[in-house]
């Protein structure tokens, strides 16, 4: 279950409807690379190449269907004469300006950041090296259920993921719009994508139906569609991320997206206490819920 990074597309089909200024195109695109990059560690290896490569094709043909599984199952079809590549994921900056946009408007989108420091931690291949002979991890266990079911497992934890890096994309996007006072068409937008996107017609057509239903969506997790494949999918999402752990395989994007689902579905997190933290360490103040909007500092 080794991860696979696919190369990000640089071009977007700009013959497509477009709305906005040039800075409107620009946070679009990051917001686009933001969802591409974001799901990119979330194409792993679950058997052997070959395998792998029958895996991904017949995934192409359903509802995970998407440009970077046809292009992974090309590249698991390759040989390369017996010679293994560098299990290392270069970074040029691809989502940098992404994660620094969401950081800027306070938008948790996490997939961006996991996905960036995947790359980064891939690209420590010496240190990695020499802390294998050294940090244990679980000893010589083994999945022993049944595979051919495990991979439908892997599929719907895929697709849910996607689903939520999409949702963080938006947010991205609907937050850029109210600090800059834009008119955005969303659906258009998810259309436009289509040009080398990570998904093709079928789902972008799903996005643009939630936003052609309700403009003032605020987030594609709210929409029926959505929310009802997250639920038909998350049984096997959380199978998979549990069985990674308990194996030591890494899937930060995984988990980075099922972080954010729990989160964002939860009436109430413990951040009351970290707010109490940082009043206390640096007179931040805080709010009571019976009276929300003012603000309280305690010596």
């Known amino acids: 279950m080794r991860q696979l990074i696919a190369v990000t597309p640089d071009n977007l089909n700009r013959n497509a409807e477009e709305s906005g200024s040039s800075r409107t195109w620009n946070t679009r695109n990051q917001a686009y690379s933001n969802i591409n990059t974001g799901t990119d560690p979330l194409r792993f290896q679950s058997r052997g190449y070959r395998q792998s490569h029958m895996i991904f094709n017949d995934w192409n043909k359903g509802e995970s269907d998407s440009i970077l599984l046809e292009i992974t199952r090309h590249i698991l079809k390759f040989r390369t004469n017996g010679q293994p590549l560098v299990d290392s994921a270069s970074w040029k900056g691809t989502g940098k300006w992404t994660a620094m946009s969401a950081l800027e408007y306070g938008m948790p989108v996490t997939l961006i950041g996991e996905a960036i420091f995947a790359r980064c931690l891939s690209s420590l291949k010496d240190d990695r090296v020499n802390a294998s002979k050294y940090l244990k991890g679980p000893s010589g266990l083994q999945y022993q259920g049944n595979k051919k079911e495990f991979i439908e497992h892997i599929r719907k934890g895929l697709y849910a993921s996607k689903i939520v890096s999409y949702a963080q994309g938006f947010m991205l996007l609907r937050e850029a719009a ?114 929300r909007n003012k603000f309280i500092h305690t010596n």
Do not use: M
């Open 178 to 291: 109210k600090v800059f006072n834009w008119k955005l068409n969303y659906g258009a937008i998810a259309l436009i994508w289509r040009g080398g996107c990570i998904t093709r017609s079928v789902f972008l057509g799903k996005i643009k139906a939630a936003f052609d239903k309700n403009p003032e969506l605020s987030n594609l997790l709210r929409d029926q569609f959505f929310c009802n494949a997250i639920d038909h999918c998350q049984e096997s999402w959380r199978h998979v991320i549990a069985t990674a752990v308990t194996l030591g395989i890494p899937t930060p994007a995984f988990n980075a997206a099922l972080a954010f689902y729990d989160g964002f579905r939860s009436e109430t997190l413990p951040a009351d206490l970290i707010q109490a933290q940082i009043d206390y360490f640096g007179a931040h103040t805080y709010e009571l819920l019976s009276g």
